[in-house]
Nanobody, 126 residues
Framework: QVQLVESGGGLVQAGGSRRLSCAASGGTFSTYAMGWFRQTPGKEREFVAAISRSGRSTYYTDSMKGRFSISRDNAKSTVFLQMNSLTPEDTAVYYC???????????????????WGQGTQVTVSS
């Protein structure tokens, strides 16, 4: 059983940056692809970014490519999401998730992720 705890959310002005962290425990972190998703009230959970077990492959939603960057530190069992040039449309609860995989890739598919954190709120003010 993997436990995931996000941190780093908060209030940020439009155009600003924020770095989210997700610390994992209870499993072998390097065997999981990791993903970030976000959700706003009344909407489905939206894929943001994902990273393979080794960190060599990363995946992004097109609208976030170039602004957001996912990375991981397997020695510290932590995955990060660096968010730049934030807009009010980025306001959401951000969740990290873990997907046990045998290969070194990652998926954008919400249903493939077995473990989820509790989420961290990011609010971007205009």
């Amino acid at each position: 059983q993997v436990q995931l705890v996000e941190s780093g959310g908060g209030l940020v002005q439009a155009g600003g940056s924020r770095r989210l962290s997700c610390a994992a425990s209870g499993g072998t972190f390097s065997t999981y692809a990791m993903g970030w998703f976000r959700q706003t009230p009344g909407k489905e959970r939206e894929f943001v970014a994902a990273i393979s077990r080794s960190g060599r492959s990363t995946y992004y939603t097109d609208s976030m490519k170039g602004r957001f960057s996912i990375s991981r530190d397997n020695a510290k069992s932590t995955v990060f999401l660096q968010m730049n040039s934030l807009t009010p449309e980025d306001t959401a609860v951000y969740y990290c998730a873990a997907d046990a995989r045998f290969d070194d890739s990652a998926t954008r598919t919400f249903a493939r992720y077995e473990y989820w954190g509790q989420g961290t709120q990011v609010t971007v003010s205009s």
